[in-house]
T-cell receptor, first 114, second 119 residues
């Protein structure tokens, strides 16, 4: 366990469902990230929260909605997803942009959209 | 925009031997950071080694070392005395100084290289 905890570990949802992914860190980091990892593709940065302020990636569909209620918690709310959204969703955190220690990642949520 | 290319989708190495994973990147920045991450089947991305572009000396962490060629924009990872536990996906990542807002910076990843270790 690296200090970044993601739940659930696996999630299967229908296209009409609404679900949320949760990420929690108690490392004292000031930035948190959502990445999407699909097979044979580079990790795609979805959202960044730094000092609880969102830096938005404009290419992310609106069916993904992040929430950062405080510096230790990050959520990704999902609704009306498509099968191509099936992927591993990784949460990460960093201090000072990750220059010294890089990012600390969680173990991810494996999402399957049916 | 920065891009990171890992040209070897898969590689294998005999246990106790040495293997080198390649990574090239494209950037117009003069100062940046480079990382190698390891992702075992447990899915957790683990930082293996980092390199600061303004440092000419290649980074080393135990059995892991890099060959950083700034002019060629190349950042290869050498694993010496390979062990079974080294089997994993390895990702090269670039962190520039482009400010993404509120003190954050983007970490750009390559597609990864799957390393198998043969007993």
């Amino acid at each position: 366990e690296t200090g970044v905890t993601q739940t659930p570990r696996h999630l299967v949802m229908g296209m009409t469902n609404k679900k949320s992914l949760k990420c929690e860190q108690h490392l004292g980091h000031n930035a948190m990230y959502w990445y999407k990892q699909s097979a044979k593709k580079p990790l795609e940065l979805m959202f960044v929260y730094s000092l609880e302020e969102r830096v938005e990636n404009n290419s992310v569909p609106s069916r993904f909605s992040p929430e950062c209620p405080n510096s230790s918690h990050l959520f990704l709310h999902l609704h009306t997803l498509q099968p191509e959204d099936s992927a591993l969703y990784l949460c990460a955190s960093s201090q000072d942009g990750g220059t010294v220690y890089g990012y600390t990642f969680g173990s991810g949520t494996r999402l399957t959209v049916v | 925009a920065q891009t990171v290319t890992q040209s070897q989708p898969e590689m294998s190495v005999q246990e106790a031997e040495t293997v080198t994973l390649s990574c090239t990147y494209d950037t117009s920045e003069s100062d940046y950071y480079l990382f190698w991450y390891k992702q075992p089947p447990s899915r957790q991305m683990i930082l293996v080694i980092r390199q600061e572009a303004y440092k000419q000396q290649n980074a080393t962490e135990n059995r892991f070392s890099v060959n950083f060629q700034k002019a060629a924009k190349s950042f290869s990872l050498k694993i010496s005395d390979s062990q079974l536990g080294d089997a994993a996906m390895y990702f090269c990542a670039y962190r520039g100084l482009i400010y993404s807002g509120a003190g954050s910076y983007q970490l750009t990843f390559g597609k990864g290289t799957k390393l198998s270790v043969i007993p």
